[in-house]
């Protein structure tokens, strides 16, 4: 697929989500079964069909490791900074952590596996459940720290440890070093879910916005969208390149970061405290976008 065809498939899938949900066909209860379906049924049979044959060696390094929670953290603080002008705290909170916090499993696996190829969608993966790990506990924190709201840390924690994808690439990776062999009508069917993964991220990414209000703040919004789409790649590229990671690794976690916001901020975001209408505007906007920063990033990142 080349890249206006991924463009325009992105785009299209993302609006029809958005209509679907204006029309209320998708509603809040299909939506909630939709997300379902790709958080505990699509999500985690691509990332297992990712894994499951994929050498461990060629997937897992040091680089893509220290990488991964050492960009997370320094783009967190690149964002701290460039906030801590908004003097409000829900709309600081909301800017902050939609500056960083990445769409990696519904926007960012779906694309690197659908352009990049087996090889890349294995790395994605474990990019995928590394960075799970570091992005929800910073995201609560940040937001305890710039609201002042509480969180029951047990019950984040558990959420956590329990997350589908995460199991699923545990059990992938196991797989990969045993002598087993996954083939037949049984492989043709856990690859016929995985090429689902894009298509139903999309439609559940349009389908989970909500759109107030098209009144909002401008300045805050367009710095988010250069921070998110923009600064967040280009900084994984620093990283990932001074660390010295191979070729695949390095154009894997650029195109994985360049992901848009993740819906899940707008949850974490109104149970917190902060700004839940940008958050939404946050959400649809770098979303959109994306689909023309992550096609670009994809023909010219090496």
Same mark, same amino acid.
């Given at each position: 697929?080349d890249v206006l065809?991924r =463009?325009?498939?992105?785009?299209?899938?993302?609006a029809v989500?958005?209509a679907?949900?204006?029309?209320e066909?998708?509603d809040? +209860?299909?939506v909630?079964?939709?997300?379902?379906?790709?958080f505990?049924?699509v999500?985690?049979?691509l990332?297992?069909?990712?894994t499951? #044959?994929?050498?461990?060696?060629?997937?897992?390094?040091?680089?893509?490791l220290?990488g991964?929670?050492?960009?997370?953290?320094?783009?967190?603080?690149?964002?701290?900074?460039v906030h801590?002008?908004?003097?409000a705290?829900?709309?600081? #909170?909301?800017?902050?952590?939609q500056?960083?916090?990445t769409n990696?499993g519904?926007?960012?696996?779906?694309?690197?596996a659908?352009?990049?190829g087996e090889?890349a969608a294995?790395?994605?993966?474990?990019?995928?459940g590394?960075? #799970? =790990?570091?992005q929800?506990?910073?995201t609560?924190t940040?937001?305890?720290r710039?609201?002042g709201?509480g +969180?029951n840390?047990?019950?984040?924690v558990t959420?956590?440890?329990t997350n589908?994808v &995460?199991?699923?690439?545990?059990v992938?990776?196991t797989?990969?070093?045993?002598?087993? $062999? =996954?083939?037949?009508?049984?492989a043709d069917?856990?690859a016929?879910?995985a090429? #689902?993964?894009?298509?139903?991220a999309?439609?559940?990414v349009g389908?989970?916005i909500?759109?107030?209000?098209?009144d909002f703040?401008r300045?805050?919004?367009?710095?988010?969208?250069?921070?998110k789409?923009?600064v967040?790649p280009?900084?994984?590229?620093l990283?990932?390149?001074?660390?010295g990671a191979?070729?695949? +690794?390095?154009? $894997?976690a650029?195109?994985?970061?360049g992901?848009?916001a993740?819906?899940? $901020?707008?949850v974490y975001?109104?149970?917190m405290?902060?700004?839940?209408? &940008?958050?939404?505007?946050?959400?649809?906007l770098t +979303?959109v976008a994306?689909?023309?920063?992550?096609?670009?990033?994809?023909?010219?990142?090496?």
């Amino acid at each position: 697929m080349d890249v206006l065809t991924r =463009l325009v498939v992105m785009i299209g899938l993302l609006a029809v989500g958005v209509a679907l949900r204006e029309v209320e066909v998708l509603d809040a +209860t299909r939506v909630g079964w939709l997300n379902s379906v790709a958080f505990y049924v699509v999500l985690p049979v691509l990332v297992f069909d990712s894994t499951h #044959a994929q050498p461990l060696g060629e997937i897992v390094s040091r680089e893509l490791l220290v990488g991964v929670v050492g960009m997370l953290i320094a783009m967190a603080a690149i964002a701290w900074a460039v906030h801590r002008r908004i003097d409000a705290d829900g709309p600081r #909170a909301a800017a902050t952590v939609q500056s960083y916090h990445t769409n990696l499993g519904y926007i960012g696996l779906p694309v690197v596996a659908s352009a990049l190829g087996e090889r890349a969608a294995g790395i994605g993966s474990v990019v995928l459940g590394i960075g #799970a =790990l570091v992005q929800i506990p910073l995201t609560v924190t940040l937001l305890v720290r710039i609201t002042g709201s509480g +969180t029951n840390v047990r019950e984040e924690v558990t959420r956590l440890l329990t997350n589908p994808v &995460l199991i699923a690439l545990l059990v992938g990776l196991t797989v990969s070093q045993i002598p087993f $062999t =996954l083939a037949g009508r049984p492989a043709d069917g856990v690859a016929l879910i995985a090429e #689902a993964a894009l298509p139903v991220a999309l439609l559940c990414v349009g389908g989970s916005i909500e759109l107030e209000s098209i009144d909002f703040d401008r300045s805050i919004v367009g710095t988010v969208l250069v921070l998110k789409l923009l600064v967040m790649p280009a900084v994984a590229w620093l990283v990932f390149a001074g660390l010295g990671a191979d070729p695949w +690794t390095l154009r $894997t976690a650029v195109v994985m970061f360049g992901a848009p916001a993740a819906v899940s $901020t707008f949850v974490y975001v109104t149970e917190m405290g902060g700004d839940r209408r &940008l958050a939404s505007v946050n959400v649809f906007l770098t +979303t959109v976008a994306s689909a023309i920063t992550l096609s670009a990033l994809i023909a010219v990142v090496p």
